[in-house]
């Protein structure tokens, strides 16, 4: 969905915004502009609820922009702000404002946020939803906590969600003088499969400030019924859940990345070790793939998060640091392995780069190994040919400026100019075609372990992967 379109969609001001108030309707209303919120909305709405979403409209846009390869949750969205079943709205300066809109019983004598503008009378609200990471950067949370606190409707719940420090959405909860208050960690969420992932959570976590009262979340009984696995807890066990598991898989990851280097030494595949291990009850199989390391938005925020709430206690956390290390270090192991392989002399040269995003199916890039493998070859004068579907439009963005950045549009277009291929990035559906791979018999520099041990087997070229070798 183009950026035009998604405009069309949207009030273009508060004033213009408050026109659709219909009269006896029962709304959902979520604040923020986050992927988690855009998904919240179009799954209520596919539940059947009256969404008004509010949220910088700018913001927005960009959010819903770079999340184009959300086909299904864009389409989706494009059609229920058609049909108004989902309403945007430019976020007001603070919550009070918000709040009276749908509170102001008598209007005879009122201003609304838009004085010029008559507004109808109030919806009744059935949810708040705050997500937080988006409310920080609008509102005082001292003013937005007494707005609420103020509130005529203190029977109505409200959801937060987000990732801050360890007891920090707990203590939020406490100020607030509603009983039904919640959270909802978003550990189910799954890039390039948002909506799907939310509809059927893998895992839903809730707390709950008031323990035992989540049948007031009536309208969000359908996804608890749907979850694969379901917890219910005080909100700070729950916030502590979060940060531990999160913590747990990235953990996972730089432990396997670790021990590929030491099967690199013992010319062991690391990847058949990893599926060895998974057949362990005990070790599970998730989360045990050796590659460049992991990035996104979630794990290094709540690796951050994690870090400050132990340092606010004084607390040392070694294993923690290791990890954050290991990771860091990882995404430029793929390089050295490539300066290791030409002796040093990769001054100039031209390389293809297959993949960007932070993984395979996403179309984001945030803290993914490409921007330091960039960098590095970038440093060389080296020329960087790069493929990567989904995130081609942030590459773009990234580095109009940057004069040795080709992207191209077919992963085999320009094979013949370059001198090694990177993989960083790779959807296993979509099959390598080795034929052409051989045509040029050039290094393959696998940092996602995307080849299989028959592909790499049929290379006629020499391969370098983590943890894996020819």
């Excluded at 229920?80 to 603070?94: K, R």
């Excluded at 409200?158 to 990732?163: A, H, V």
């Excluded at 996403?362 to 493998?373: D, K, V």
């Excluded at 990177?422 to 696998?446: C, G, T, Y």
Aim: with cysteine.
């Amino acid at each position: 969905m183009s950026a035009e379109t998604m405009d069309k969609n949207m009030p273009q001001s508060e004033s213009n915004s408050f026109s659709y108030l219909a009269k006896d309707s029962a709304v959902c209303v979520l604040i923020g502009h986050s992927i988690e919120a855009v998904t919240s909305a179009v799954v209520l709405a596919s539940l059947g609820q009256q969404v008004h979403l509010y949220a910088d409209q700018e913001i927005l846009a960009q959010q819903l922009h770079q999340y184009g390869f959300e086909h299904h949750l864009q389409a989706l969205w494009q059609m229920y702000t058609q049909q108004q079943h989902i309403m945007s709205f430019a976020l007001p300066d603070t919550a009070d404002k918000l709040i009276q809109l749908y509170e102001v019983a008598d209007h005879s004598n009122t201003k609304a946020i838009d004085e010029q503008q008559e507004i109808n009378q109030p919806k009744s609200v059935i949810l708040y939803w705050l997500f937080l990471d988006s409310v920080d950067s609008i509102w005082v949370e001292d003013d937005w906590l007494t707005a609420f606190n103020h509130s005529q409707q203190q029977t109505q719940p409200l959801m937060m969600s987000g990732i801050k420090q360890l007891g920090t959405i707990d203590a939020l909860s406490q100020r607030l003088k509603r009983a039904w208050v919640y959270y909802l960690p978003f550990v189910f969420l799954k890039d390039g499969d948002a909506y799907s992932s939310m509809l059927n959570p893998s895992l839903w976590l809730l707390g709950e400030k008031t323990s035992n009262s989540r049948h007031h979340l009536s309208m969000l009984q359908p996804l608890m019924q749907h979850a694969r696995a379901t917890h219910y807890a005080n909100i700070a066990t729950i916030e502590f859940a979060r940060s531990s598991i999160m913590a747990m898989l990235a953990t996972r990851v730089s432990f396997m990345n670790e021990m590929s280097r030491l099967a690199d030494s013992q010319q062991v595949d690391i990847q058949q070790v990893s599926h060895i291990m998974g057949l362990d009850e005990r070790v599970g199989s998730s989360y045990l793939q050796a590659g460049w390391g992991f990035g996104g938005n979630t794990l290094p925020t709540e690796l951050l998060q994690l870090q400050q709430s132990s340092q606010a206690q004084s607390l040392a956390m070694p294993l923690l640091q290791s990890v954050i290390h290991i990771n860091e270090d990882q995404k430029e192991l793929i390089f050295r392995k490539f300066w290791q392989y030409f002796d040093g002399f990769i001054d100039n040269k031209t390389v293809m780069i297959w993949g960007g995003s932070y993984k395979a199916g996403s179309g984001r890039t945030a803290e993914s190994a490409i921007h330091p493998l960039l960098a590095l070859l970038w440093s060389y004068n080296i020329r960087t040919l790069v493929y990567s579907d989904k995130a081609q439009t942030e590459l773009a963005a990234l580095y109009k400026q940057q004069p040795l950045l080709e992207l191209i549009n077919n992963p085999y277009q320009q094979l013949n100019e370059a001198q090694a291929i990177f993989i960083i990035s790779w959807l296993p559906e979509n099959r390598l075609d080795i034929a052409k791979l051989n045509e040029q018999a050039m290094p393959v520099f696998d940092a996602q372990n995307a080849l299989s041990r028959t592909q790499i087997d049929g290379l006629v070229g020499d391969y370098m992967g983590i943890g894996r070798a020819k």
